[in-house]
């Protein structure tokens, strides 16, 4: 019924198709290929721990998830977070905010409901600073990731290779010990290096 009215819902907005729909977690379909999203919404609905189970296994596929948490499962956020999803709402987020949270997460940028943001870095702690500094060409490039722009869109605003820019991101995610993009930039706006 859930999955019916998302369906419903995201028909209403004309930039978004909806692929396909899977039942009861399962993730073969999209394992398989018999769909090929930009972006997948998973609700995490009356099993948590199965649905992050099936979220995990998409981890090879790279598909940016937004992951809809139901209020009894708010502590299974940071699980979410460790499963691959990169947008994070409560089940109760209203169309706009659904539909926002779809085009960022596509864009590699990451969408963190406030009420869940708290849930998800309870007990993190970050260093203030790097332990080796960034240098002021990786911290341009840091925000132009910030900005969800691919390589070769920072590399022509930079003047400067392609293969540069692959060289600055594995700098910046070694420094701010990070393993993707997303969560590079991550650490660096709650380190203060890049505002959003």
Known sequence: LVRV?????????????VVGQIGGGDASLLQ?????PDVVMW?????PQSALERITELKDLDLPIVALLPDDAISHAADAWAAGARGLLPQNADADMLVSALASVSLGLVVLHPALSEALFAGERLPAAPAESLTPRELEVLKLLAEGLPNKTIARRLSISEHTVKFHVNAI???LGAQSRTEAVVRATRMGLVML
């Open 5 to 17: 009215g998302l369906a419903s819902l995201l028909a209403g907005y004309p930039d978004y198709a």
């Open 32 to 36: 398989s290929g018999a769909y090929e």
């Open 43 to 47: 609700d995490l609905g009356w099993e």
């Open 173 to 175: 995610l070694s420094k």
